[in-house]
């Protein structure tokens, strides 16, 4: 009786590069971008965060798997990787929150992935060469001539040019309420938060902190946000080229130009960015993982972040500047990154706005930075409370 031969997946990278192992999640074919993470908790978390749709994932930590997937610790409605790549898979799950194996997930959201492979290796090519396009093949697909799927893996469009907000959004608006998160009493603030890919857990901080959060999607206009007559707006992380987000730039300066607080996240300020006149580019191979040490200018402070982006903005590090859009005065880079320098934060100082390139309520992650919402709310409630003042001598 003869042993049954395991199944073969293969993943295939731009460079040419073959690496071969066994399939894990859905069998076929998925094509993306291939990036690595560093985290080593919350893959759960990784995988359905929607700034990682069209890209392949390789885990630089070894063993995936070990505590299962439950239904409360996902960022999202989906799984948004296009494909999934590691080590060593767990078995079996063990842990008492586990309710589904992380193979049966992935499976049931059709996502393609391989384990078995030298993710070490992997991870070094990527980082000296930059983030690839590549593909992962399974089934019948892996018997197929490796000439085939490298022309298929170098045929696929890329990431630079890539406009994806608009895949991963809200389909319809909602309402997220400060009493439904532990708020006593009433709201104290409303903001109106574009998603652009948002992970659960941003309205929920938000909200905590007394703010009724009407989540708008994507292509939302300056009308559809002043309907909901907020105190602020949010920008929300989410993937692709920010260099395609002309329409959220245009929105974007016209709530600055009401002088609506503002607060953005990861695409929130890339877009933030581009809105005050500076450019954005693409990085060699990004940023992912909850390992990140950023400087805080304000306080000296070194900070340690989790963050998933592949753009950032190009502006200057360590002076104050006159914003390319003349309108909105001063502006200084607020946060850089202590690995390469990268931009990761940015402030005006004649009006209440900034954002951060880095996830502050990350999940799993470091909370370092958990009080940028603390800020964002002051600033909300001094324009309440200035509103409310101009009222009181209007009626005078």
Known sequence: MSTPTPETA?????DGTVHRG?????????????????????????????????????????????????DEDAESRAIWVAGYVVRDAARRPS??????????????????????????????????EGSMKAGIFSGAD???????????????????????????????????????HGWEGEPIATVAALDLGIKAATPRHLAARGIRVHVLPADADFAAIQAVQPDGVFLSNGPGDPATADEQVAVLRQVLDAGLPYFGICFGNQIFGR???????????????????VMDKATGRVEITSQNHGFAVDAPIGEVVEAPEARYGRVEVSHWSLNDQVVEGLRLLDRPAFSVQFHPEAAAGPHDSLGLFDRFAQALSERRAGTAASATTEGA
């Open 22 to 70: 066994r399939p894990y999640g859905a069998r076929g074919t998925t094509l993306g971008e291939a990036v690595f993470t560093t985290g080593m908790t919350g893959y759960q978390e990784t995988l359905t965060d929607p700034s990682y749709a069209r890209q392949i994932v390789v885990q630089t930590v070894p063993h995936i798997g070990n505590t299962g997937v439950n």
């Open 275 to 293: 809105a005050l006149g500076f450019g954005t580019y693409k990085l060699p191979f990004g940023h992912r993982g909850p390992n990140q040490p």
């Open 142 to 180: 892996a018997q197929r001539p490796e000439t085939e799927l490298l022309e298929e893996v170098r045929s696929q469009p890329s990431m630079a040019g890539a406009r994806l907000a608009e895949t991963v959004t809200a389909e319809a608006a909602y309402v997220v309420e400060p009493a439904d």
């Open 10 to 14: 293969v993943l295939v990278l731009e």
């Open 95 to 128: 842990n008492w929150r586990s309710e589904r194996t992380l193979d049966e997930e992935l499976a049931a959201h059709g996502v393609v992935g391989i384990q078995d492979v030298d993710t070490r290796a992997i991870t070094r090519a990527l980082r000296t």
